[in-house]
């Protein structure tokens, strides 16, 4: 069981997952919050901060043996069709909420699984009845997620006619055996045909996902891989380190020692390395690290406005099975199974699994770890919206940053992270939780 606050004991990638994508931990969300804090929520006036919209499409042609992620590989053409009747029917209740009515949309966010699953039918169809709730035309972004396998011309067309701004490609690595290798659906001359297409018609950005630490991966591999990044000329490059959770399939094979995957996944430092030669190119060639995981060419011009809002403590509505969100002050998770959460719709109620009601110090520790993970914050933003000046409320874990020399500034204006501190900026994120939330479960 991977406890939030535990640095990794070894150097090696063992199974449970150290990535922090929210606080506080997902395990101390409950189901009763849903009636104590999430319905009074709904039903409150909005407090004008900006509202987004995450669309989870949750299936995909194969599962990838390092995927952790919701999907199905099983659903047959009514189930989707059922589904995507289901994520209609669920926006419609929100917009009928008082937190949420009449409010415009400020960004969309396309994830999954895989968005380009989805036929281009079935595409035009989820569109059309999503924007007769609720237009999207003035969203300064959205993304959609695809993989490149899964997208032919027409279908981009489509996907570009919907508004989309930011297109993401999961290439993940370059390399077909690699591919091959860890379960991919697709293979290297797809990337190539989906990303020219994509080009062709002008999507104002296109990022790509790479995975550093797939099974297989060696420097030589992976320097390839750099420069075949550098090659595409893509907007934006995101780069994860290959973490290995409890519900994907090569850590299933680790833990039940079936030895399917007898490949051990690179270490923690091997990873970093690798990042950290991959951001250098991308740097020498003229890109911008933007966080610990994104690079991007033109940071005038190349945002990441889900990203940053969410970071920045916006309202999100979490559509979808086990979609996560966030409305009014209250952390919201939809049920994670299929069929409840189905079935929730089908009855007209919002389909809530659980929910949390953060204090403002925890929304302020929150705001600040995510921030973090940028690199660099500005103490002016919590003394603005806090009233709290971080040096004295985060002095003990500061101090411990600065002893292990992992701060590269701390001034009043400027706090920011060396880059090696910020390729492992997850594991340091934890010892900015509260007591309580260090020594538990974090999801
Ligand atoms: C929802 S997927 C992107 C769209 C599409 N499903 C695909 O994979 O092409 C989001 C990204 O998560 C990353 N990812 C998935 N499993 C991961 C893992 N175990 N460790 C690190 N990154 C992972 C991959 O880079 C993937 O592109
Ligand atoms: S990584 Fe992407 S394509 Fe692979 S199973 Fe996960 S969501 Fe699907």
């Known amino acids: 069981m991977t406890r939030a606050s535990e640095a990794p004991s070894t150097d090696e990638t063992e199974v449970g997952s ?3 994508a929210n606080y506080p931990p997902f395990s101390v969300w409950s189901p009763e919050a849903i009636v104590a804090d999430a319905r009074p929520a709904l039903d409150r006036a909005p407090a004008g901060v900006p509202l987004g919209l995450y669309l989870h499409i949750p299936f995909c042609r194969k599962r990838c043996h390092f995927c952790y992620f919701r999907v199905y590989t ?6 989707v069709a059922g589904y995507l009747d289901t994520l209609v029917g669920e926006w419609a209740l929100y917009a009928e909420t008082r937190a949420l009515a009449g409010r415009p949309l400020d960004f969309v966010y396309f994830g999954g699984g895989t968005p380009s699953f989805l036929s281009t039918s079935q595409l035009d169809s989820l569109v059309s009845r999503l924007t007769a709730i609720t237009p999207w035309t003035d969203a300064a972004e959205i993304t959609f997620e695809c993989e490149p396998g899964t997208l032919t011309e027409p279908k981009l067309a489509a996907i570009r006619g919907m508004g989309v701004t930011r297109l993401s490609l999961g290439v993940e690595n370059f390399s077909d055996d690699l591919l091959e290798l860890n379960g991919r659906a697709h293979r290297t001359p797809e990337i190539a045909r989906a990303y020219t297409a994509a080009r062709a018609l002008g999507f104002p950005q296109i990022n790509i996902d790479l995975i550093a630490g797939m099974l297989g991966e060696t420097d030589e591999n992976w320097r390839q891989c750099i ?11 995101t780069i994860y380190q290959m ?3 409890f519900n994907t399939t090569i850590s299933g094979d680790k833990l039940h020692g079936r030895g399917q995957f007898s490949d051990p996944v690179a270490s923690w ?3 970093r390395r690798w990042v950290a030669e991959a951001f250098e190119a991308l740097e020498a060639a003229g890109y911008h690290v933007g966080s610990a995981y994104t690079a991007v060419k033109n940071p005038a011009t190349t945002k990441f406005v889900y990203r940053d809002r969410l970071w920045e403590g916006a309202d999100l509505v979490g559509l979808g099975v086990a979609s996560f969100g966030h409305i009014n002050g209250v952390h919201l998770q939809n049920l994670d199974k299929w069929e409840t959460y189905s079935e929730a719709v089908g009855r007209g109620e919002l389909p809530l699994g659980r929910a949390y009601r953060p204090t403002d110090d925890e929304r302020l520790i929150r705001e600040f770890i995510l921030q973090l993970k940028r690199g660099a914050l500005r103490p ?3 003394r603005e919206k806090y009233g709290v000046d971080i040096a004295g409320r985060f002095g003990e874990p500061l101090a411990s940053l ?3 020399g992992h701060l590269a500034e701390r001034s009043a204006e400027r706090l920011a992270l060396t880059r090696d501190a910020l390729l492992q900026v997850d594991v340091l994120l934890q010892r900015f939780f509260l ?3 260090r020594d538990i479960r974090y999801t």
């Open 18 to 20: 150290y990535f922090v």
């Open 74 to 79: 099983d659903k047959n053409a009514r189930e």
């Open 227 to 237: 420069e075949r990044t550098l090659a595409l000329d893509p907007d934006s490059v």
């Open 243 to 245: 973490e290995l959770p």
């Open 269 to 271: 430092a091997t990873k």
């Open 380 to 382: 002016g933003y919590f």
């Open 402 to 404: 600065e002893r292990d």
């Open 435 to 437: 007591p309580e939330h």
